[in-house]
């Protein structure tokens, strides 16, 4: 597959000039997915060893069709998703204690019982406390874009969570971004199909789709999908599919 990051949008609140031209991004993205192993056992050995994570592993083991969203906010895509599909079992986990203390209000005020937020750190959770094959979808909504060339390892599909991300998903479950910065739904769409074999269902701007439920959102899903949208600035998403079939482990 051959990456092309497209032209890169201007950003309304800060200036990503750092970002490098298409040719230097696909020379750096072939040599970050073959170099970055030795890392990303250090990283795994480090979560490992602290034992320690967020959410609880026997919640996969009671649910099952789990919605898992990472970095959720103050959770309000959840919140109106869980209402309408009850058959589904919706996860939120927020790293930020004031949005999660939020989310968590809101969560435990709606009583809904298929619904279920945690403050904490997603990394160890999917490190070490997410069972394989356990999620039916998982949601990363306007993540950080860490668009600096020096901070490009923190982009979540070159991070060492990436391969959990693919491990945890059931087959034909599905991975579902969304961000307003084209770069990184292209390279997002580049090493989840030439690295972790998923399928490309949807990527580019957003439109309508049962993925992404916006005709019900009009405004947005998400305070930052809210604040790009009414001010005109494009959102962009992809949507990747894990195979039916039993994949290769693409751990490393
Ligand atoms: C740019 S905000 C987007 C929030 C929300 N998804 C939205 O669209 O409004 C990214 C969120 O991811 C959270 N986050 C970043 N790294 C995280 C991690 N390792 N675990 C859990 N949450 C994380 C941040 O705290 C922040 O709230």
Known sequence: M??????????????????????????????????????????????????????????????SNIWLEIGAGTGGYFLELAKTNPKSHFVAIERCRIRARRMIHKFEKSELPNLQGFRGN?????????????VERIYILYPCPWPKNAHRKNRWYLHVVMPHLVRILKPQGTLIWASDQEFYIREATFVSESKHRLKTLISGQITPNSFNHLESFPEGRTSFEKKFLTSNQPCFELVSQKSGFPTQNTLS
């Open 2 to 63: 051959k990456l092309d990051v497209g032209n890169v949008t201007s950003h309304p609140l800060k200036s990503w000039s750092k970002i490098p031209t298409p040719a230097a991004n696909l020379v750096q993205m072939q040599w970050d997915l073959e170099n970055s192993v030795q890392s990303h056992i250090r990283n795994e050995q480090y979560w490992n060893d602290k034992g320690h994570t967020p959410i609880p592993t026997t919640l996969f083991e009671s649910h």
């Open 122 to 134: 997603a990394v160890p959770a999917l490190i070490t406390g997410i069972p394989s094959e356990s």
